[in-house]
């Protein structure tokens, strides 16, 4: 049974840092695209970064500079989004996300499986920048 699980969620001040996890169960990263997105209420989903099975990393316009996707080179089980010079505007849901929908599919519409069920969505988590 796969399961992503975020952690680190919560409030910061503008201007703050904040680290998300995500950790993967029945799953490991290494060879597969892996990505985090983010939800804001009346907003759509968006890709907020992504790491593809070869490596590549992209990132949203508006975090680039300020964010950095990573994932642990070891056991392949833990992905991170390191946050930092955080803006109210980044207040949202943020899930963990893996499997080839990740970037290859408009998820515009809503994050989760209603987007896609061809890969694996965590909870997500909430983050609010005040």
């Known amino acids: 049974h796969v399961q992503l699980v975020e952690s680190g969620g919560g409030s910061v001040t503008a201007g703050g840092p904040l680290t998300l996890t995500c950790s993967a169960y029945?799953?490991?990263?290494?060879?597969?695209?892996v990505g985090w997105y983010r939800q804001a209420p009346g907003n759509e989903c968006e890709l907020v970064s992504r790491i593809s099975r070869d490596g590549f990393t992209t990132y949203l316009d508006s975090v680039t500079g300020r964010f950095t996707i990573s994932r642990d080179k070891f056991m392949s089980t833990l992905l991170y989004l390191q946050m930092s010079s955080l803006k109210p505007d980044d207040t949202a849901v943020y899930y963990c996300a893996a499997g080839p929908f990740v970037g290859n599919t408009d998820c515009s519409a809503g994050c989760g499986y209603r987007c896609s069920a061809n890969g694996y969505w965590g909870q997500g988590t909430q983050v609010t920048v005040s």
């Open positions: 029945g799953l490991t990263f290494g060879g597969a695209d």
